[in-house]
């Protein structure tokens, strides 16, 4: 990899320390454990897991409230993510910047109609995107690790400007994609 490349998910982490985290709540699951492990090589932000996803949510919400500024939580899709859904919409009623990162299924789990574990068990991809949207000022599936920067650094800087939790689905093949690296950014 080129100085000026990175992987999506080291991108991600990146971006969540300029901001100024120092930790962020999650429960590992298999759609999931590729993006932590980018996240975990970034020594300046600290994992804190939790024992289920709603209370990772409402840990990233007590974050938000005890620092004034925006937090993020990381679980992993369907089952982890719609037991997040309950305390995002807190967050949005209550304006606080939380930025929901869900692993994603495979891009190619989708181009070959798979049905996949630990879903509503539908050939449609794109509903948990559909429900965040309802309580997020914005959400993002990202399949295209060239697309990545822009998507990841739009929805941070909506949940920064609005006050809002956003959400950002990450397939689980696209969190060690290689992208280009961060440039110096000022949210």
Do not use: W
């Not at 969540?16 to 120092?22: A, D, M, R």
């Not at 939790?50 to 919400?61: Q, R």
């Not at 929805?155 to 920064?160: E, N, V």
């Not at 689905?169 to 060690?176: K, L, R, S, T």
């Amino acid at each position: 990899m080129s100085d000026n490349s990175t992987t999506v998910g080291s991108y991600l982490a990146s971006r969540l320390e300029e901001i100024g985290l120092k930790h962020y709540f999650a429960v590992p699951g298999d759609y999931n454990l590729v993006l932590l492990d980018r996240l975990l090589e970034n020594k300046n932000l600290e994992m804190i897991s939790c024992c289920n996803e709603l209370n990772a949510g409402y840990a990233a919400d007590g974050y938000c409230r005890a620092t004034g500024g925006a937090s993020a939580v990381f679980v992993t899709f369907s089952v982890g993510g719609l037991s997040l859904l309950n305390a995002i919409a807190g967050a949005y009623a209550e304006d606080l910047p939380i930025i929901a990162v869900s692993g994603g299924p495979n891009t190619n789990s989708e181009a070959e109609f798979e049905m996949l574990h630990h879903t509503l068990g539908l050939l449609d991809y794109d509903y948990q995107r559909e429900i965040f949207s309802k309580v997020t000022a914005e959400a993002v599936t990202i399949h295209d690790p060239r697309e990545a920067p822009t998507q990841i650094d739009h929805a941070i800087q909506t949940a920064l400007r609005f006050r809002k939790p956003v959400y950002i689905e990450i397939a689980c093949n696209i969190a060690d994609a290689v992208t280009s690296a961060p440039n110096v950014r000022s949210f």
